[in-house]
T-cell receptor, first 112, second 114 residues
Framework: KQEVTQIPAALSVPEGENLVLNCSFTDSAIYNLQWFRQDPGKGLTSLLLIQSSQREQTSGRLNASLDKSSGRSTLYIAASQPGDSATYLCAHHTGNTDKLIFGTGTRLQVFP | DAGVIQSPRHEVTEMGQEVTLRCKPISGHDYLFWYRQTMMRGLELLIYFNNNVPIDDSGMPEDRFSAKMPNASFSTLKIQPSEPRDSAVYFC????????????FGDGTRLSIL
């Protein structure tokens, strides 16, 4: 069974800190990996998508890396702000299907 | 630019009743996905469509669940009869491609079966 684990499950930090969220997956044949953000009572918003041939993607203060050999991806958030408070989920497509496998999520709170 | 629109946002009903959830995808998106989110099981794919045709419904939990997409701008997820364990948040998402483009999610329907 393919599993996607995210550590930590919850994180509370003061604003301004640089953060690293972790995502581990067991499928060695992933097609790509995505990071999403989910605000309370809302749907998911796609943040970054990394193809399996890529090592990282950047968008503003966000940087996501992918290491297929070790089955890991990290989301780096620079200079965190209270507006970054949300749940962050990683997900990947397997090699031969269109199905997204989601991680368990990290609930982030950034306080002023 | 309108995103994915789901209705209703909240639904509370008694077990045994029929429940119909609705979704309007983003115009031009060929793929539509139905997900269910619970605390215990996280986010699970129920079914997805390509050009209005169901491609994979292996995530549909039981025969009580059915989904249709009569045209490119509308899809429904129906539960009949509903049970308390169906209580969850149901999301609809759409995308231009199945894998190389991100999925755009609606705000979900919070379903409570009493």
């Amino acid at each position: 069974k393919q599993e996607v684990t995210q550590i930590p499950a919850a994180l509370s930090v003061p604003e301004g800190e640089n953060l690293v969220l972790n995502c581990s997956f067991t499928d060695s044949a992933i097609y790509n990996l995505q990071w999403f953000r989910q605000d309370p009572g809302k749907g998911l918003t796609s943040l970054l998508l990394i193809q399996s041939s890529q090592r990282e993607q950047t968008s503003g203060r966000l940087n996501a890396s992918l290491d297929k050999s070790s089955g890991r991806s990290t989301l780096y958030i620079a200079a965190s702000q209270p507006g970054d408070s949300a749940t962050y989920l990683c997900a990947h497509h397997t090699g031969n299907t269109d199905k997204l496998i989601f991680g368990t999520g990290t609930r982030l709170q950034v306080f002023p | 630019d309108a995103g994915v629109i789901q209705s209703p946002r909240h639904e509370v009903t008694e077990m045994g009743q029929e429940v119909t959830l609705r979704c309007k995808p983003i115009s031009g998106h060929d793929y539509l996905f139905w997900y269910r989110q619970t605390m215990m099981r996280g986010l699970e794919l129920l079914i997805y469509f390509n050009n209005n045709v169901p491609i994979d419904d292996s995530g549909m939990p039981e025969d009580r669940f059915s989904a249709k997409m009569p045209n490119a701008s509308f899809s429904t997820l129906k539960i009949q009869p509903s049970e308390p364990r169906d209580s969850a948040v149901y999301f609809c998402a759409s995308s231009l491609q199945a894998r190389n483009q991100p999925q755009h999610f609606g705000d979900g329907t919070r379903l409570s079966i009493l």
